[in-house]
C-alpha cells in the first residue's frame, strides 16, 4: 500500500498545505471548488422559467442552486414550474427556501407555476408556506 494513499498510515490529510520557504509562515492552499455547470434552455431562461424536476434531493441540489442563481442574477421575474414535483427532501425545501428570500430582498417576483400537490404538502408541514410564497 503506498503511504499517500487515503487508506495508508502515511496519509496526511493536511497536505494540501505548504509551507513558505519565505518567512516560515504557513500559507493555506486549498483546491478550487468544482463548480457544477447546469445546461440551461436559451427559451425558458430569457424568460425566467425554472423547471423543477420530479425529484428534488440533496444529490441534485447543486444543480437546481446554478439554475436558480442564473435566473436571479437576471433580474427579472422567475417562474418556477413545480407540476412534475413528487418527491422533495428538506434540502431543496431550504435551498427553495433561501431562494425565495434571497429574491425578494433583490425585488425580484417569483412566480409559481401549478405546484404539485406533493410540494404543497410538504411545505405546509415544515412551516414554509409564507416563506416560499406558495398558498397554503
Known sequence: ?????????????????????????????????????????????????????????????????????????AGGPVSLDAAAVERIDGVSIQLLAAFCRSAADADVTVHWQSPSQSLCDAVRLLGLSAVLGLAQ
Open 1 to 73: 500500500m503506498i503511504a499517500d494513499e487515503p487508506n495508508g498510515l502515511g496519509f496526511d490529510p493536511l497536505a494540501w498545505m505548504k509551507e513558505s520557504a519565505d518567512d516560515g509562515d504557513y500559507e493555506m492552499v486549498a483546491p478550487a471548488p468544482k463548480r457544477t455547470e447546469h445546461p440551461e434552455n436559451p427559451a425558458t431562461a430569457a424568460l425566467g422559467v425554472v423547471t423543477l424536476a420530479a425529484t428534488l434531493a440533496a444529490a441534485t441540489a447543486n444543480e437546481l442552486a446554478a439554475e436558480l442563481r442564473t435566473a436571479l442574477d
